[in-house]
């Protein structure tokens, strides 16, 4: 199955309608996939999960539409084989956490409030055959969520990091981080993970390309003692941060 297009990392759409055959109905006479379409956003992100990378996904059909090349990248940019690690927020896709078990051969505790996203995130660890350790948040982040003396070598999340509800494609946990810059989830993240990082550990964030929310977790993070690292990366047309913070 090819994984390059153009030189990078992706998947034509004529092999992804091989896949998921009733992708070929939302294709235009040029062959132009509706990216516009959810059902077809979902259906392509399928297909390039496992095509590129051997995982079985089910999306939830009112939840962020996870694409798995941008969360690769991510975790290219700050994750060692074999580490222990814990995600906050996996979402209904679990991408990120099966990711890092399955191609990194991390050991993965990972997060969830939503309760129908939890299910979701069970299923597709079941559906995989992996063993991430998936845990129910009540509300908090990490502590009273993760068991006190639980040690990580990284704790990364794609976080929440609107400042106020936005309209229509995010459900408000998925959206909102609240502040003044959507900064206070990932701030609050940063502030409990330094009682649950190893010594050399890190926190990794999975940020949009917005100066004044990157500025005002930076600073957080500095304050708190961390070194702070930002890597941009583009992916398709957007531009995107990891945000890695070394204890
Ligand atoms: C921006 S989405 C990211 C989802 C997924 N990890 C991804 O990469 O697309 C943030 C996720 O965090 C969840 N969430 C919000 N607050 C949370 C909390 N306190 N603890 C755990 N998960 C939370 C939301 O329900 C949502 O699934």
């Known amino acids: 199955m090819p994984a390059w297009k153009d030189g990078k990392l992706g998947l034509p759409i004529g092999e992804a309608v091989k896949i998921f055959p009733e992708l070929g109905k939302y294709l235009d006479e040029r062959g132009k996939l509706d990216f516009s379409n959810r ?7 399928r297909a390039v999960a496992r095509a590129l990378f ?7 059909p009112r939840g962020l539409v996870t694409p798995p090349i ?8 700050f994750l060692r084989e074999g580490e222990k690690v814990l995600e906050i927020g ?11 078990e399955k191609l990194f051969s991390c050991r993965v505790t990972a997060t969830e409030l939503d309760n129908e996203f939890f299910e979701y995130a069970k ?4 559906r995989n055959n992996a063993k991430v350790n998936l845990v129910k ?3 908090g982040i990490i502590k009273n969520v993760v068991s006190e003396g639980e040690r990580f070598d990284v704790i990364f999340s794609a976080p929440p990091y609107y400042e106020r509800p936005t309209k229509g494609v995010l459900t ?7 502040g003044k810059y959507g900064e206070s989830f990932s701030n609050r993240l940063l502030t409990e993970a330094l009682d649950y990082l190893k010594s050399g550990g890190r926190v990794a964030l999975f940020l949009p390309d917005k100066e004044a929310l990157l500025q005002a977790i930076s ?4 304050k708190l003692g961390y070194s702070v690292k930002d890597i941009k990366f583009r992916v398709g047309t957007r531009w995107r941060h990891s945000l890695i913070a070394l204890k």
Do not use: C, P, Q, W
């Open 39 to 45: 059902e077809a956003r979902i259906l392509y992100n």
């Open 54 to 60: 051997g995982l079985d996904i089910e999306y939830n």
């Open 70 to 77: 941008s969360r690769y990248i991510f975790l290219k940019t």
């Open 90 to 100: 996996t979402g209904h896709t679990a991408m990120m956490a099966l990711m890092a």
């Open 123 to 126: 299923a597709n660890i079941k």
């Open 137 to 139: 948040s009540n509300g």
């Open 172 to 178: 408000e946990r998925e959206g909102v981080g609240g």
């Open 219 to 222: 600073k957080h993070a500095e």
